[in-house]
């Protein structure tokens, strides 16, 4: 890790983390009680510098996320001769001075995106529309994920690709260039996947079009057009997008509200958790991020909307939560892209709920920062559950955990909090290894879990 990043992402995870991290969790001396504010989110964060960095004009961003994830993108814009001004210490608050759509220099050394899948594939889409080559890579993790849902259209819409295993793997090389718009229809229920697509159409001659096998998070649709560029979605869900030529920066700031992946954490916890009652702050609401709150409920979750309103183009509320006695549910595979992100903290509820848990059709979590059903289902059967796997997905028969183990996050952020969930509810505590990834997408974890009252600590040394 650069001395350059350290000093960004200064956060208690990265400070204390530098081995790969140690978290000791539970059990819970005590009920979660009181109001948090979680930090913004990250697939907003990640957009609002993007399209900052693109349009013609100063863009004000407030609520960023400040995580490794985006920086590693706000880094990539700099490298390309983006000025950003960081408004407050704890880079929540930017200006993004603009350079317009053809305003990108050629960078001069690799562009990193760390262990962001967000950041690599939405950048395949802006790179492909730049006349330069450039390369990007990102760590271990990263370079082992898929990279041809991407790589693909862009080749189609006329850019050039170099990388590994037919431009599967990082690093690839993107020779971007004069682009067509073509009409994609998307294999992958993926949003990175549109997006890309949707950024490359920025560039491209022509109406780019894109259908989804089902519906994925919508933010990069919602977003565009407060930076002027129009998106439009058919009834029968194909999204159309005809360039404009320009971005051009909102006279308002972009407001980010506060991130549902990292509150689902918290809401999970105090639900597990008896006599717990908190209240969750300004969660983005957007319906395609909240299959976890619907799954939560259909396992008698309770979690009750307050201060409903809307902030740019995407809902908010507080979220009132208390515990209750969860059971299982079989998912809908409907609802799993709405839930991608937290299918880890459910497979934690599910091994504390009475009854059995079903997830099917879920596949793409084995392509995740980690292997996320064979991951989650190691450190769970550790901890004392009872789980099968399928290719899948998992079956999850529930009761108890025993903990008074240790396991491996395997460098996953959402496999080491939602392993400090279970360990709430668990006989004897659980150390979770190689948790410092934490940071990529929640700095602060660990200072708002003790807030609340949850039993969770870094191990010292
Ligand atoms: C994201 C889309 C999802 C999600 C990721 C963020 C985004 O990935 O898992 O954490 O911001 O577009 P897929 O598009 O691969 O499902």
């Known amino acids: 890790m650069s001395g350059l990043r350290n000093m960004e992402t200064a956060c208690e995870e990265q400070s204390v983390n530098a081995d790969g991290g140690v978290l000791v969790a539970g059990p819970a001396s005590r009920a979660l009680?009181?109001?948090?504010?979680?930090?913004?989110?990250?697939?907003?964060?990640?957009?609002?510098?993007?399209?900052?960095?693109?349009?013609?004009?100063?863009?004000?961003?407030h609520g960023f996320l400040p995580g490794e994830d985006?920086?590693?993108?706000?880094?990539?814009?700099?490298?390309?001769?983006?000025e950003i001004e960081w408004l407050n210490s704890e880079k929540t608050s930017l200006r993004v001075h603009g350079v317009g759509l053809r305003g990108l220099k050629q960078p001069s050394g690799i562009l990193d995106a760390g262990n962001s899948g967000t950041c690599v594939r939405l950048m395949t889409g802006v790179l492909a529309g730049q006349p330069f080559s450039s390369t990007m890579?990102?760590?271990?993790?990263?370079?082992?994920?898929p990279m041809k849902r991407v790589t693909d259209p862009v080749r189609r819409m006329g850019a050039l690709i170099d990388g590994g295993d037919d431009g599967n793997l990082l690093p690839i090389t993107v020779h971007g260039g004069a682009l067509k718009a073509i009409h994609y229809v998307s294999e992958v229920a993926s949003a990175q996947v549109k997006s890309c697509v949707l950024?490359?159409?920025?560039?491209?001659?022509?109406?780019?079009?894109?259908?989804?096998?089902?519906?994925?998070?919508?933010?990069?649709?919602?977003m565009l057009p407060l930076f002027g560029q129009p998106v439009h979605v058919d009834?029968?869900?194909?999204?159309?997008?005809t360039p404009t030529g320009k971005l051009t920066a909102p006279k308002d700031p972009v407001y980010i509200p506060a991130d549902p992946s990292s509150a689902s954490f918290f809401a999970v916890a105090a639900t597990l958790v008896a006599d717990s009652d908190i209240v969750l702050e300004r969660?983005?609401?957007?319906?395609?991020?909240?299959?976890?709150?619907?799954?939560?409920?259909?396992?008698?979750?309770?979690?009750?909307?307050?201060?409903?309103?809307?902030?740019?183009?995407?809902?908010?509320?507080?979220?009132?939560?208390?515990?209750r006695r969860l059971t299982g549910v079989q998912v809908n595979p409907a609802d799993v892209p709405d839930a991608i992100d937290e299918f880890p903290v459910l497979f934690a509820a599910a091994s504390l709920a009475d009854g059995e848990f079903v997830l099917s059709e879920a596949e793409e979590l084995r392509v995740k920062e980690s292997d996320r059903i064979a991951v989650?289902?190691?450190?769970?059967?550790?901890?004392?559950?009872?789980?099968?796997?399928?290719?899948?997905?998992?079956?999850?028969?529930?009761?108890a955990l025993n903990g008074g183990c240790s396991v491996d996050a395997e460098g996953d952020h959402r496999i080491a909090m939602a392993m400090a969930v279970a360990a709430q509810c668990a006989?004897?505590?659980?150390?979770?290894?190689n948790a410092a990834a934490i940071a990529t997408s929640f700095p602060g974890f660990v200072v708002l879990a003790q807030r609340l009252g949850m039993n969770v600590r870094w191990q010292d040394g």
């Open 427 to 433: 006989d004897a505590a659980i150390s979770i290894r």
């Open 33 to 61: 009680k009181g109001r948090v504010t979680v930090p913004g989110d990250k697939s907003m964060s990640h957009r609002a510098v993007m399209l900052a960095s693109l349009a013609d004009g100063t863009t004000e961003i």
């Open 283 to 323: 969660i983005g609401m957007n319906p395609l991020r909240n299959g976890w709150s619907r799954i939560l409920a259909g396992m008698n979750g309770q979690m009750e909307l307050q201060n409903e309103g809307v902030v740019g183009e995407e809902a908010v509320a507080d979220i009132h939560v208390v515990h």
């Open 235 to 241: 009834t029968d869900g194909m999204i159309r997008l």
């Open 137 to 145: 890579t990102g760590d271990a993790s990263l370079r082992q994920r």
């Open 70 to 82: 985006n920086l590693a993108t706000a880094r990539m814009f700099m490298d390309m001769g983006v």
């Open 199 to 222: 950024l490359a159409g920025l560039f491209a001659e022509g109406e780019t079009t894109l259908v989804e096998p089902r519906p994925t998070r919508d933010h990069t649709e919602r």
């Open 376 to 399: 989650m289902a190691r450190a769970l059967m550790a901890a004392g559950a009872d789980v099968d796997e399928y290719p899948d997905g998992v079956r999850i028969k529930g009761g």
